[in-house]
Each structure stands twice: as structure tokens, then as C-alpha cells.
């Protein structure tokens, strides 16, 4: 799904032009959105685990495709980590692993 438009690029496919596809890892507080993707592909020892283990490891935290999540609260030191809703679940997680979680956020509230 993200191989098809760049983070920032509009939606398209018929959603709102103001919606857009990111990464979880660049969100701010109060951003939300829907997971449209989780893929673990950053090479072996750049989380302490390998890809394949740390998308395994998201899937069961509960970043699937079609959950909702909202960012929360960010550290104070390099913005990490971040603590987001998911669904109904609150979730910590270092920004380097929200990197691998594609997510079309809403639009801002205006």
C-alpha cells in the first residue's frame, strides 16, 4: 500500500484531499488516523530484533491493518516514545518502531 503514494501526498482512491498517508513515527499528539499498513522492513539490529520479529511483535501489540489509533503523549527527550491508542488499548512504543506502521490520518481538526 505505501510503495503507492508518499507520506504527505494526498489520499486519492476517493477519500478527502486533506487526508493524508504517513508514518505513525511522524505524527504529533492528538493526530489520528487508520493503520493501512504494518511492514517491518528496516534491516537486522535497527530495533534489537530482526524485521520479521518486529513486525510480529507490532501485529500482536495490535497495529493491524483497519484499527484506529491516536497518538497520545510523545517523551520529552527526542520526542520518544510515544504512547498511542490503539483501538481501545493504550500502547507505548519507541518512535523507531512507529516508523514501520503506515497510517491514513484524519484531517486536522480546524
Known sequence: ??????PGE???NGAPAAER??????????????IVDVRAERRSGDHGVDAEELQRRLLEF??????A???????????DPIAVR???MR????RGDAEEI???FEPAAG
Open 62 to 67: 495490535g497495529f493491524v491493518e483497519g484499527a
Open 102 to 104: 503506515w497510517v491514513r
Open 10 to 12: 494526498p489520499a486519492g
Open 91 to 94: 500502547v507505548a512504543l519507541r
Open 86 to 88: 490503539v483501538d481501545d
Open 1 to 6: 500500500m505505501h510503495d503507492m503514494l508518499t
Open 21 to 34: 498517508l504517513g508514518r505513525l513515527s511522524q505524527a504529533r499528539p492528538g493526530q489520528r488516523g487508520v
Open 69 to 79: 489509533v491516536e497518538v497520545l503523549h510523545e517523551g520529552a527527550i527526542r520526542r
